[in-house]
């Protein structure tokens, strides 16, 4: 597989954890009795912070809708770094392996924090930004 074709696949898996992301949620199912107390307590209970009025409930929102939009952002960059591998590689290098990196640590943190699907899901996306990287090279840090 060339680069461009390994980062147009991120790029589609991008979006496909975005929309999961933001389904899951936006619109958890299956919760028992408990925890959908606790997800209501987190959204009604108020609390000053910082000069304005907070509940966990909307930093968990805000930061949920703040990763979707990092990630579909991450899939336009993934997209124009296939573009780009074909005709700028050696300029690609060090974003290659800084873009592989930190979605090698989104995986451990999936793995650590979540479950099985977006930890498998991110796991794909560093094994194919790794192979990208690699295919690219060692990365120069001259500016």
């Not at 408990?34 to 912070?49: I, K």
């Not at 929102?61 to 899939?75: P, V």
């Not at 094994?127 to 060692?138: S, T, V, Y």
Request: proline content about 5%; aromatic content about 18%.
């Amino acid at each position: 597989m060339t680069p461009r074709l390994l980062y147009r696949v991120v790029a589609g898996l991008l979006v496909f954890f975005a929309a999961g992301h933001t389904r899951g949620f936006l619109s958890p199912k299956d919760l028992t009795p408990e925890a959908t107390v606790a997800r209501e307590a987190m959204f009604n209970l108020h609390f000053p912070f910082m000069g304005s009025v907070c509940s966990w409930g909307g930093f968990y929102m805000g930061f949920g809708l703040f990763l979707t939009t990092y990630l579909l952002f991450t899939a336009v960059l993934a997209w124009q770094m296939g573009k780009l591998s074909l005709f700028h590689a050696k300029e690609l290098k060090f974003l290659a392996w800084a873009f592989f990196a930190c979605q090698a640590v989104g995986t451990i943190l999936c793995w650590k924090y979540f479950f099985i699907p977006p930890t498998m899901t991110s796991g794909l996306i560093t094994l194919c930004l790794g192979l990208a990287a690699w295919k690219l090279g060692k990365p120069t840090l001259r500016g």
